[in-house]
Each structure stands twice: as structure tokens, then as C-alpha cells.
């Protein structure tokens, strides 16, 4: 049942009429058209002046179930846990059990206060909850997600380690959580504590190329930017999980994207539709020389994914031209569904040329009768314009960079595996080492938190990030 009934909101309502921001508060609630600034500034820097070194999930539970029938966390075991491995903020998970939340609000937080570690309450969305796991609904607010923020809200207000709320896999349920109902909820835990922060569980465009404007990508951003605090990024190679080899790539790709140094242009062209040779969907910038430093040009960075994962070739063709001259290309076929993240040279281009324009397209080399693909292209940012051909007429959306956009990126190590695959002790080291070396080398790469780090005695895993944790503190 939420918290807050329609007198409560009348109340609120009367009592801003007789402010001195009544006018703008009413606008708000009227026209969402007016934006705030981040909310990141909003609610004060203190919480990022140092390194988040944290963990979620696998909390250690008492040996027996209590009187209720239920195992409860074991709190004291965990908070020793905690403290032994440097961990700094624990993400506590609400979903394993009926007395998660009890346990979170009477034994964990006064304990967490008392040892001065950070908490964030981690909570799933609907699509997560349908069957629940812990008995008829999610205990024990169910799916009135102003309910839940308002009470953690007013937790935080008695116990200051409470430090924010997270959201898992936030890309599924954007319906649910419109920008709309997210500023509600929003604007509901701010008018209680303006320093509790928001962030959701998103993730790599190269999970699931089809759905880009959903994950990480600057439609997104461009989406919700005002109503999130940070956004905590799973790293994985989504096609060969053992792999980190795209590790760093991926993490200052959307580091960029986050702090509004990427444009994004998507083309979707459908199954069921045919195409002749020639035809194309492109974006286009011109781009005086004189403007630009030798580094930039120099170093023309960019990503492109497509989610075509068969092997017939020839046809779609993934380019980038320097006056009509073709510099890059990519097969749909080559490296299947792997995001290519690439670095051009463009003065062996553009010589002694003051004005060149560069040219991102899908291009048909042979004509399809049913060949669907979808193309996500990560660019710089700049005055790019669309033009398209034939049968590929209306595939394109450009999103252009958010300028002045800077939203904080926690990473995400798999420590506990995803989907039945495993990391190895070696994997677990070079990951963390990899996402601390972003850490040092972009400012807004604000922390690092282990997914379901092995606590029980003579875990090795465990062994790893304590002596990484507490080397980096």
C-alpha cells in the first residue's frame, strides 16, 4: 500500500502553493518539458570523493531458520565479512526471502551505521517478480515502487550510511518506469532526503544490438539523464564471457556515452523487405580541419554492433567514407554480433584538404529479398545529418551527443558468474585490474562492485578483492 494517499499529496500540493517556488513546482507537475539539472550536483558531491569499493548479493545467512521458518541474513557474520575485505558499501538485496527487508531495516542497517559501511538498497522490478521468490508478492510492497523508495527514503534519514537505491536490469522494464512515473518516484524520495541517490542496473549495447535505445546508449541518455544519479554497468563479453579482451573498450565507451562525448545513429532494416544494390542509410558530417587538433583527427574513435549472427556475407556492408572514398569497412557477417571498436587515422585521408566530409552508413553491396539487420553506430559528436537510399528510406535515427552530460559509472565484475558460466580466480584479478585502471583514468568512473562475491571461509575469490581492495584504499 503506498505511503503517501491523495491527501498526503493535497497536503504537499497546498504547502508548496505558499512558497516561493509554488510556480515552478506547479510547472513541473504540469510539464515534464521542464528539466532540472542532474541531480548528481543536486544532491551534493561528497558522494563520490572517494572510490566505491562494494559488493552485492550472496549474503552469508544464519545456519538455522528462526521461530518464522525463515533463514535470516546473518548479520554480524556479514558486517565481519565486509570489514575484513575492505569493502566499503555493501548493495543489499531485497529478493531472496520474506524477511529480507526486516532484516535490511532492524538488523543490517543499525549494524552497517555502526561500522561506518555503505549501504545500497538493491532492489528488482517487475518483470523479475512475476513469480516472485519470496511467497504471494514482493515482500512487502509488491510492485508500488513509490512505497518502496519512500520508506527507504525515510531509513536513510536515521540511518546516514544508507547512501542509495539501486535498480536491477532496468533495460526490461522501461515501460514500467517511465520518465514519468521515474520523476514521481523520484521527486517523492528527494522532497524526504535530497542526497539519496538512484541508479539503475543497465547494460552494453552489444548484449542485445537490437535494443539499443534500451541499454547504455545516448538515447538513453538523452531519456532519463535527469532522473538518474549513476548507472552501474555489468561488464561482460557478451559472446565470449571468459574474454576480456574488450574489457577497457567497453567501459570508457560508455563512460563517453554517459558524459555525452558519443552521437548515436541506428539503422534497423526489417526481415520481409527487399532492397536493391546501392541502396543505403548514412549519416554525415563536414568537417573543417582548421577546427580540429591533429590528436582528433588523428584518433577518429568509434564503435558499430550489429545483431546479425549468421554467416551469410556480401550484402550488408558496415563503412566509413572520407569524401565518397571508402577508409573502413565490415562485412554483417565478420565477427558476428561483436561490437568493433575502432580508431582511424584520418589525416592520411584528408592531406592537404581544409574541408573533408566523413560518411557512417549500411550500404547494399548485392540486393536482399529477406536480410534484417539492426546497426547501433557509436560516434564522435558534430552536426551529422542523415541521408538514405531506396529501400533503406526511414531506417535511420540519429540521437546527438548530450552535451554537458556528466553521469557517474559504477563497474560491475561477475564474481558470481552469470547464465552458468563461472570466472576463474585469474578472470576475477584482471577484471577488477582493468575496471580500477579506467578508474584512474576517467574521473567520472566513480567505483567497482563485485556480483555475488564468494564470502564463505577459504574462498580465494574472496582473498582476490580483499587484497585488491585494500591496496587501492
Known sequence: MPLLGKKTYLSVFVFLLFTTNFFYAYAVIQNESIETSNPIINGGANFFSKPIYADYNNELREQNPRSDGLWHVDTPKLIKKLKEGGITTYAFLIWHSR????????EFLPAAQKNKINVWVYLTPPIENNPPPMGEKY????????????????????????????????????????????????????FINPNLKFFPINYDVSMSPGNSKLLISTAFVSKYKNLIDGIVLPYLDWNNKASLDNEKD????????????????????PWNRSSNADDYSSISKTILKDYYSINDLRNFKFRVTDDYTGLTNGYHKLQILVNDQIIWEKDAAENPANAEYVNLNLLAYIKNKKRFTITARVYEKKPVGNFGINVNWDLPPGNWQIEEKGMFEGSGEYYKANKNTKIPLVIMIYAGGIGGWYPSDEYLYEANITAHKAMLKRKNIVGIIQYALDKTENSTQFLIIQKLYKKWQ
Do not use: C
Open 99 to 106: 524477511s529480507d527487508w526486516d532484516d535490511l531495516r532492524l
Open 139 to 190: 515482500e512487502p510492497y509488491g510492485n508500488d515502487y513509490m512505497a518502496w523508495f519512500t520508506e527507504i527514503a525515510k531509513l536513510s534519514k536515521n540511518f546516514p550510511v544508507l547512501k542509495a537505491i539501486v535498480m536491477d536490469d532496468f533495460t526490461g522494464d522501461q515501460a514500467f518506469f517511465t520518465p514519468k512515473y521515474l520523476k514521481e518516484i523520484t521527486d517523492g524520495v528527494h
Open 250 to 269: 567497453q567501459i570508457l565507451m560508455n563512460h563517453d556515452i554517459l558524459n555525452g562525448i558519443k552521437s548515436q545513429f541506428i539503422v534497423s532494416f
